[in-house]
């Protein structure tokens, strides 16, 4: 099939890859030169692992393409908009504008029978206004939420647990579901589940599953809150709540909390959204899940003060870990950089390292100092900080590391360290909602 790709981020990149991996010709189409003129040489503008491979491959191939010109998006069967729904301005609601831009943009070049397909996360009831707008152009909306995870998208696009089509009744309906089982027929073929549905239930599909798994996190974070001041462990009452198959042990990770670009946003665009819909009631709960999430970054940087006696101005600290998550380089409301900031902005000397990240992270925070090493940024400091449960971090050997440090003091923010071992070779060891 031709396909079109409208926003070529993060989403849109492994969308556009993906789909000609699967066979199909693909044209990428994004406002930004420089990160087209970077997708067409093969390189990709942020870290994911296996992006780089499968981009050289599908460009060889001849198959994909990128441009800055909608023009050439011309003929395409379907056009997928991938473009970000940032968080606006002036609230917690979701800025659409790039939406609005991608239809704008396609709405000169639409055929008869072509199908547009919404990838973007957006408020409920955003699809059936796009759906209108289309009317009179012989095309069709569907609504394709993506649920991919930073670190696996490659994975998650050609191999996904399930797909969700969100289609309007009648012809348009059924044509808009053939032309995606024909975009998506390798993956069919693996048996994957597919659900038909209306457009309101797959825009919810997507903000509600985030919105469940924010809630989670938050919870066992809760559970450390009254861990810490009763002495029991967090992540023994994890394990022993895990093996309850109705709760499960995956995102019971206490810790420093989420970030990133999709959790934390979509979860406050849903709670806007529903006070727009006079149901506002309904989702307050996901504002202490927000808070929740926030205040253990404060959490974080006061052990720190703690092992400091409350006196922090200059005294080094290694932070280690920028990104929100490991496998990333993405420092969008980064729990990590936010802690490196604050202990910062308290006189702290703080010297970061992230395998990844230190090129976003700066451009965004230049005041930091950043570490070529994690052993350099570890040679003299006074405290540690773990953030980002990257590999290379939690392999680290306590002894050894012991040797680079002024003062044995780590504090782990993912309570991924084994503290036996660290505090058996000296260190004074403290973790999030553990004894």
């Known amino acids: 099939m031709r396909i079109s790709v409208i926003g070529c981020g993060y989403l849109g990149a492994v969308h556009a890859a993906s789909m000609t991996s699967l066979g199909h010709e693909v044209v990428g189409v994004d406002v930004d030169a420089e990160k087209i003129a970077r997708l067409s040489a093969g390189e990709a503008p942020f870290f994911e692992p296996g992006l780089v491979p499968l981009l050289q491959q599908s460009l060889a191939s001849g198959r994909l393409r990128f441009t800055t010109?909608?023009?050439?998006?011309?003929?395409?069967?379907?056009?997928?908009?991938?473009?970000?729904?940032?968080?606006?301005?002036?609230?917690?609601?979701?800025?659409?504008?790039?939406?609005?831009?991608?239809?704008?943009?396609?709405?000169?070049?639409?055929?008869?029978?072509?199908?547009?397909?919404?990838?973007?996360?957006?408020?409920?009831?955003?699809a059936a206004g796009l759906a209108a707008r289309l009317e009179g152009s012989g095309a069709v909306l569907a609504w394709n939420p993506e649920f991919l995870r930073e670190g696996y998208a490659v994975k998650d696009t050609l191999h996904p647990d399930r797909l969700v089509y969100g289609v309007p009744q009648g012809a348009g309906g059924e044509r808009a579901a053939a032309v995606l089982d024909?975009?998506?027929?390798?993956?069919?073929?693996?048996?994957?589940?597919?659900?038909?549905?209306?457009?309101?239930?797959?825009?919810?599909?997507?903000?509600?599953?985030?919105?469940?798994?924010?809630?989670?996190?938050?919870?066992?974070?809760?559970?450390?809150?009254?861990?810490?001041?009763?002495?029991?462990d967090v992540t023994l009452l994890a394990d022993a709540l895990g093996h309850d198959a109705r709760i499960g042990r995956r995102f019971l990770n206490a810790g420093v909390g989420f970030g990133g670009g999709c959790l934390p946003k979509d979860i406050r665009a849903f709670t806007a959204r529903a006070e727009e819909l006079g149901?506002?009631?309904?989702?307050?709960?996901?504002?202490e899940v927000d808070e929740i999430n926030l205040r253990r970054r404060q959490r974080m940087v006061d052990l720190v003060v703690e092992s400091f006696g409350g006196r922090p101005f200059g005294r080094r600290v290694a932070v280690l870990g920028l990104a929100f998550k490991p496998e990333?380089?993405?420092?969008?409301?980064?729990?990590?950089?936010?802690?490196?900031?604050?202990?910062?902005?308290?006189?702290?000397?703080?010297?970061?390292?992230?395998?990844?990240?230190m090129g976003p992270a700066g451009r965004m925070h230049p005041q930091l100092a950043y570490a070529a090493s994690a052993e350099e940024a570890l040679r003299g400091a006074e405290a540690v900080v773990?953030?980002?449960?990257?590999?290379?971090?939690?392999?680290?050997?306590?002894?050894?590391?012991?040797?680079?440090?002024?003062?044995?003091?780590?504090?782990?923010?993912?309570?991924?360290?084994?503290?036996?071992?660290?505090?058996?070779?000296?260190?004074?060891?403290?973790?999030?909602g553990r004894p």
């Open 69 to 126: 010109d909608p023009a050439e998006a011309a003929g395409a069967e379907a056009h997928f908009i991938a473009v970000g729904t940032p968080q606006s301005a002036d609230g917690t609601a979701a800025d659409l504008r790039y939406v609005d831009a991608a239809l704008d943009a396609l709405l000169p070049i639409l055929r008869e029978g072509d199908v547009v397909v919404g990838k973007s996360t957006v408020p409920v009831g955003t």
């Open 182 to 232: 024909e975009v998506y027929a390798a993956t069919l073929a693996e048996g994957t589940p597919r659900i038909v549905a209306d457009y309101a239930t797959a825009e919810l599909v997507k903000v509600a599953a985030n919105a469940f798994l924010a809630t989670k996190i938050s919870f066992i974070n809760a559970m450390a809150e009254i861990a810490e001041v009763t002495g029991a």
């Open 279 to 287: 149901r506002g009631h309904s989702l307050a709960f996901l504002r």
């Open 328 to 357: 990333s380089d993405d420092v969008r409301d980064s729990p990590a950089l936010d802690v490196a900031v604050r202990l910062k902005g308290l006189g702290a000397e703080v010297v970061s390292h992230d395998p990844e990240a």
């Open 386 to 432: 773990l953030v980002t449960e990257w590999r290379e971090y939690r392999d680290l050997d306590p002894v050894a590391t012991a040797a680079l440090v002024d003062q044995a003091v780590i504090l782990d923010g993912r309570n991924v360290l084994d503290a036996a071992a660290w505090r058996a070779a000296g260190w004074t060891y403290r973790g999030l």
